[in-house]
């Protein structure tokens, strides 16, 4: 379990500093303000947004041993991740569009 905890504190902790960075040189670059860097702030946004949903609590059951989650913290868990997701495929969706039209035109 202690293997199981470590594994998970080390891939989101990469995760929190590679999308970290990401919003910091967006949010820093003055010549990043373009839509393709704003998409990109966005979807390093809900993709922090998805990892702090599930992670966190998936840590602590491993942590304590345990695998139960009430009814409520499930919904809400599953409302927020699934709003995440949707919101970075939507964005992802966005930006493929965007590439499309300035490829073509």
């Known amino acids: 379990q202690l293997l199981h905890f470590c594994l998970l504190l080390g891939i989101s902790l990469a995760a929190l500093l590679g999308n970290g960075l990401i919003i ?19 979807l390093a946004l809900s993709d922090l947004g998805s990892i702090c949903t599930t992670v966190p609590k998936a840590m602590h059951n491993s942590l304590r041993d345990t695998s139960t989650i009430s009814y409520s913290a499930c919904a809400a868990q599953l409302f927020f991740f699934l709003f995440f997701i949707t919101a970075g495929y939507s964005l992802l969706t966005i930006m493929c569009y965007d590439r499309y039209v300035s490829i073509c035109k």
């Open 24 to 42: 910091s040189a967006v949010a820093c670059g003055h010549h990043l303000h373009t839509p393709m860097f704003f998409f990109l702030l966005n």
